[in-house]
């Protein structure tokens, strides 16, 4: 064995490995880098002596050997959403049981740090990306395909991207929440969306209005609301929608910060859910249980969609020429307290 330094710390080598299991360096390199077609007797010798001996991986000369680390970037565009952190740690967990450890880059809804991350991911060989994307239209994942990092588009479209994507059926998830509005009698429904570059809440309201069109209620612009997808700017717009002359019957809330928004916003306002409004929203946050009267809303499947995205990393591992996945997953509605009959 070689040491390290002129200290007595011992650092053992591949090498040491080999000559106590009686096997060459490239044998052992193989077991430990889990080939499958090392004679099992062999193996078990290799992995006998290497904890015996206290040999431990050298991540960087790995890496480098195979110009990939054992490391997956999580770019997200607002850590501050539950949905987002509940989406990492499915990735997460993925990543853990095969090996691969996750980096978490928060854009802040930002495109420039969304390509200074990307930039990294590829400079640093990372073994796979999850991101969901600043902008439909703006964020570009092309220098990660041709770079050959196995990519993954989780949440949010991107134009022009022909890799894996894992999506909510966002017009569906609309559809659902002004329909169910619809039934309860009401018919003046707000629409709280966010900036028209971010597909979730785009499609979510265009089913909605698909719905009102449907059902002929033909909808009225002045009734479709912008937020920066922030709960306190939701809270701001709500708050003067409601103190307005024309005071809508229900709102149907985007995603999860606007649905907060929005809920601060009816409470401030001294009206009561379902009597006086009723309130949907989206995303089953754990405080959207916790409060009275608690929300109606339409749930996405997250922890499936971080899992699957995970999984698709895993295969690009070993088959990246798979066919490209695009997988479109279904949501959920959650009928709970702050929806009623319109009165």
Do not use: K
């Amino acid at each position: 064995m070689s040491t390290s330094g002129s200290g007595s710390r011992t650092t053992v080598r591949i090498t040491d490995v080999a000559r106590a299991a009686g096997v060459s360096s490239a044998t052992v390199s193989r077991v430990l880098n889990g080939a499958s077609t090392v004679d099992p007797e062999l193996a078990r010798r290799v992995r006998e002596a290497a904890a015996e001996s206290g040999y431990v991986p050298n991540p960087n000369g790995r890496a480098l050997r195979r110009q990939r680390t054992d490391v997956w970037a999580a770019i997200v565009s607002d850590l501050q959403n539950p949905f987002f952190t509940s989406l990492v740690a499915a990735v997460e967990h993925v990543a853990v049981r095969s090996g691969h450890s996750v980096m978490l880059c928060n854009t802040d809804e930002q495109l420039v740090r969304e390509q200074g991350y990307l930039a990294t991911a590829i400079a640093q060989r990372m073994a796979g990306v999850v991101v969901s994307v600043t902008s439909e239209q703006d964020s570009d994942l092309s220098a990660l395909l041709a770079a050959g990092v196995p990519t993954v588009a989780v949440d949010r479209r991107v134009h022009d991207f022909p890799g894996d994507t894992v999506l909510l059926d966002n017009v569906r998830a609309g559809r659902m929440a002004a329909q169910h509005l619809l039934e309860l009698g009401h018919r003046d429904i707000v629409c709280l969306a966010g900036p028209s570059g971010v597909s979730p809440t785009e499609d979510r309201l265009r089913g909605a209005l698909d719905a009102l069109d449907e059902a002929g209620f033909p909808h009225d612009d002045r009734r479709m609301l912008r937020s920066d997808l922030r709960a306190d700017d939701a809270e701001v717009i709500v708050r003067e929608l409601l103190a307005g002359a024309h005071r809508p019957d229900a709102i149907f809330a985007t995603n999860g910060p606007v649905t907060a928004g929005a809920y601060r916003a009816i409470q401030a306002s001294g009206l009561t859910m379902p009597d006086d409004i009723s309130l949907v929203g989206v995303d089953d946050d754990r405080w959207t249980q916790m409060v009275r009267p608690s929300v109606t809303l339409v749930a996405q499947p997250v922890e499936e969609m971080g899992e699957r995205a995970a999984e698709q990393l895993v295969l690009r591992g070993t088959q990246p020429d798979a066919p490209a996945l695009h997988l479109l997953l279904t949501p959920r509605l959650l009928v709970r307290e702050s929806t009623g009959p319109r009165r």
